[in-house]
């Protein structure tokens, strides 16, 4: 009877784990089942009130473009050609072992819904925490519809992946050309999931860069809309990197394919900050470290940047609590303003003049010569739009007033002065500003002025101008000056303004992202100490 009464009861323990589990799954499933309805809901109603653009090729399985890419012919004749070249290698098998580990690397799963819920639902919260971005122009002429469709962009933060993904998610749905630095659990597999397409900088392995040219030509062949920062890498001292061409003589090279029939359209993108997060990271590494910054300096980095995200929102909502942040900060975001300008599509037929096609036939080097020129032109069209927002601009008045002095106060009424000069002259050439809400009342007070020309006396009218544009640079002034004074980079006293002791240099970081804009070019850090090494190098007899 014991040994009954012990069987009994170890099956009921067991029976009753099992129905414990049973109900746990039961639950799970039904309440994973009701968020993922509830998330495809918001995700159709998001796509009928907006009706981005989306590619139907992103919706195809990852195991079916795998597929693709390893039976493809010019992959396949390449691996036959490197085997034969060097057997020594590990033969046909091994290189196609290789092959297949570049695919699963590279080749993305977009998923509708982690990129529209998930994804804005992670990233909108976040930009706002960290930045005001404002409304601006966000597509003056839109690309054609058919063919492929590329976004190239400046290369500002490691935040402008996240940024531009908010500003656009109502047109379109962007696949981007990711450095490794995202290669970190768990942000690789939600790249992926968001379209995005993993690139290696500096391999030196020519079949990764076969592999990826070859994906990059399919999704161009399959009108995929994607996203590529043509300088390669972040800025380093807030001037333009030269612009890399790998992509884009891969693109241009997909018109080699007689089954593409359409066009390629370029979007350029400008992005500017009134902070970027790594700045001072950056500006070290501009300064002289000649190596690239390796792994685990690039995931400190990235560290640094997410743990801004919790204390900025945190910041954030405590002056929201005490009551004093329309008086503290006004309506900007924690670290001021965010900008994106997006200008006219172009196709790359009206960039390159003629037929396109004829620079996918010439020979490689006279193709990649093509590629180059045409990365300069985009570079230029990319520049164009780059968005001037308050800090960068004030940061470009004070490097202009002080000229080549000391590190001595400088004068309100100086610095005020060659802010009034500055925007005179950016809206003379057409750039783009991007000045926040603290002065959009102001611009309503110009427009209304301009409207009365016709009506009112002349030099009443003057003098009124002379007002408004007043009120706009000491507003102007205040709000990107607080911002700096915040972080010790400006300091502000009764005799002017003085810049922090060694805070010089991040002034004109910021000063650099907009001087192009009035044909200035402020050198980079360590440029002085390259021009004496130059000088001193051995000269080639």
Request: with cysteine; glycine share 10%; proline share 5%.
């Amino acid at each position: 009877m014991g040994f009954v009464g012990d069987a009994l009861r170890v099956l009921a323990w067991v029976g009753g784990a099992v129905l414990a589990i049973a109900v746990y799954e039961v639950l799970r499933a039904s309440v994973l089942r009701r968020v993922r309805l509830r998330l495809q809901r918001g995700m159709r109603t998001f796509l009928a009130e907006n009706r981005p653009r989306l590619d139907r090729f992103k919706f195809i399985r990852k195991h079916y473009l795998r597929e693709a890419l390893l039976d493809d012919a010019d992959l396949s004749a390449y691996v036959l050609r490197r085997a034969a070249e060097a057997p020594e290698g590990g033969g046909v098998a091994a290189l196609r072992r290789r092959v297949l580990e570049y695919v699963e690397e590279i080749v993305p799963s977009f998923d509708l819904v982690s990129y529209y819920q998930l994804g804005q639902g992670l990233a909108r919260p976040l930009v706002r925490a960290l930045y005001d971005v404002p409304v601006g122009r966000r597509a003056a002429t839109p690309p054609p519809a058919g063919g492929a469709v590329v976004y190239v962009a400046n290369h500002r933060s490691n935040a402008d992946y996240v940024l531009l993904s908010v500003v656009l998610a109502r047109q379109v749905a962007l696949s981007y050309a990711i450095g490794e630095w995202a290669r970190v659990w768990p942000l690789e597999s939600l790249f992926k999931r968001f379209g995005g397409y993993f690139v290696r900088r500096g391999e030196k392995d020519p079949l990764y860069h076969r592999v990826l040219r070859r994906y990059v030509q399919v999704i161009v062949r399959e009108g995929v809309t994607q996203g590529i920062f043509l300088e390669g890498g972040l800025s380093r001292d807030g001037n333009f990197r030269e612009p890399r061409a790998g992509l884009l003589d891969a693109i241009v090279s997909s018109l080699a394919d007689p089954s593409f029939r359409g066009e390629i359209s370029f979007v350029p993108v400008g992005l500017n900050y009134d902070r970027v997060l790594e700045d001072t990271r950056l500006l070290s590494e501009a300064g002289g470290r000649a190596r690239a910054p390796t792994l685990g300096e690039k995931a400190r980095s990235l560290a640094r940047v997410l743990v801004e995200i919790p204390r900025s929102a945190a910041s954030r909502a405590l002056s929201i609590g005490r009551g004093a942040w329309r008086a503290a900060w006004g309506s900007r975001g924690t670290f001021g303003l965010a900008a994106v300008e997006i200008g006219p599509a172009v196709t790359l037929g009206e960039l390159l003049g003629g037929d396109p096609s004829r620079v996918a036939a010439l020979p490689e080097e006279a193709r990649r010569e093509e590629t180059r020129r045409l990365a300069a032109l985009l570079m230029e069209r990319i520049a164009a739009v780059v968005p001037v927002t308050p800090v960068p601009l004030l940061c470009l008045a004070l490097a202009r007033v002080r000229g080549d002095g000391g590190d001595g106060v400088l004068a309100a009424d100086a610095v005020r002065g060659e802010v009034a000069s500055l925007l005179a002259e950016l809206r003379r050439r057409g750039a783009p500003l991007a000045l926040g809400p603290d002065l959009d009342a102001i611009d309503a007070e110009r427009a209304a002025l301009a409207g009365e020309a016709d009506d009112r006396r002349s030099e009443i009218l003057a003098l009124e101008e002379r007002i408004v544009d007043a009120a706009e640079v000491d507003a102007l002034v205040e709000s990107a000056a607080r911002l700096l004074v915040r972080r010790g980079v400006l300091q502000e006293g009764p005799g002017g303004l003085r810049v922090g002791g060694g805070r010089w240099e991040v002034v004109r970081y910021y000063a650099r992202s907009v001087a192009h804009h009035v044909g200035q070019r402020i050198p980079g850090p360590g440029a002085e100490a390259r021009s004496a090494r130059a000088s001193h190098a051995p000269r080639p007899t």
